[in-house]
């Protein structure tokens, strides 16, 4: 990838050549004028106006990633990320900061981060995005949308009911019963084929594409991105595809570095009242009697 001041020496090369190629161009219609029609000139006219037209269609593409067209991810945006999670971590060391939350944050941090690096890049004005955990009891754990918002309106309804997600039909439900490798892109989550689950009127506007995305095959974990604009999100579109994963296989460290996402249950019991480790969950194994 060029660095800005590669961008503007090519830029400046392609000026010169432009004018180069323009004062030819004058320089051989005022000849044929002047001094008549003829094959040779005809024949290097046509060939400087061809070759004129392709330098003008890469000297527009030139314009449009230079001026036009924002970095997708800046490295600014990365050292900030990178400097936010060493901040979290110094944080609850010196505080003695309850592990739950500590990775709660570590992972709507990368929620956050992701958020900002894809506004202009996926159609949309608003964007959802959350981390699901446990199978049998789903639970979002983090969540951060277009509003900075970090606490979603189900998460107390979830507090008082273990099964709410179940019992909504939520589409990410079938993803962490049935872990892949492969994301679940819905394209318009408004078509009938869809199948996608409402549980309110304006989670209807503002869910209308979505990808999911497990995060390990062998533990129940999701990461969901939503749009409010349809087609948000396309498999084909290979440098989208792999910042989500990076993004992806982030949270997942977090989930799983010393063992945090085993002992989930035992730290936050309330949230899990049947009590299957979800290490049995993954396995396929029967709850304890």
């Known amino acids: 990838m060029l660095n800005p001041t590669q961008r503007w020496i090519i830029f400046g090369m392609f000026c010169l050549a432009t004018v180069g190629f323009m004062s030819l161009e004058a320089s051989l219609v005022w000849a044929m004028v002047d001094k008549g029609f003829s094959g040779g000139s ?33 490295m600014t945006r990365l050292h900030r990320l990178a400097t936010d999670r060493s901040g979290i971590i110094e944080d609850a060391r010196r505080s003695k900061r309850d592990t739950f939350e500590t990775r709660k944050s570590l992972v709507t941090g990368t929620l956050r981060f992701v958020e900002e690096t894809l506004q202009g890049w996926v159609s949309g004005s608003h964007l959802e995005l959350c981390v699901f955990v446990d199978a ?46 492969q994301p679940r892109v819905i394209g318009d989550t408004h078509e009938i084929k869809a199948g996608y689950s409402f549980t309110t009127e304006e989670q209807r506007k503002q869910i209308r594409s979505s990808i999911l995305l497990s995060l390990d095959l062998g533990q129940p974990f999701a990461l969901v991105l939503s749009s409010n604009a349809k087609g948000a999100f396309s498999e084909t579109d290979a440098k989208l595809m792999s ?41 396929g194994l029967p709850a304890p009697a």
């Open 243 to 283: 910042f989500i994963r990076y993004a992806g296989e982030l949270i997942r460290s977090d989930l799983l570095d010393d063992g945090f996402i085993d002992d989930i249950r035992t730290m936050k019991p309330a949230l899990f009242p049947g009590g299957v480790p979800m290490t049995q969950q993954a396995d």
């Open 136 to 181: 049998k009891e789903p639970l979002l754990f983090s969540y951060f949308d277009s509003n900075h918002d970090t606490v979603a309106r189900s998460m107390a309804l979830r507090e008082n009911n273990p099964k709410f997600y179940l019992e909504k039909g939520y589409e990410v439900t079938k993803v962490l019963a049935n872990p892949t490798s």
């Open 42 to 74: 005809t024949v290097a006219a046509i060939m400087n106006t061809t070759v004129l037209g392709g330098i003008g269609f890469l000297f527009k593409k030139l314009v449009e990633d230079t001026f036009v067209k924002a970095e997708l991810l800046p």
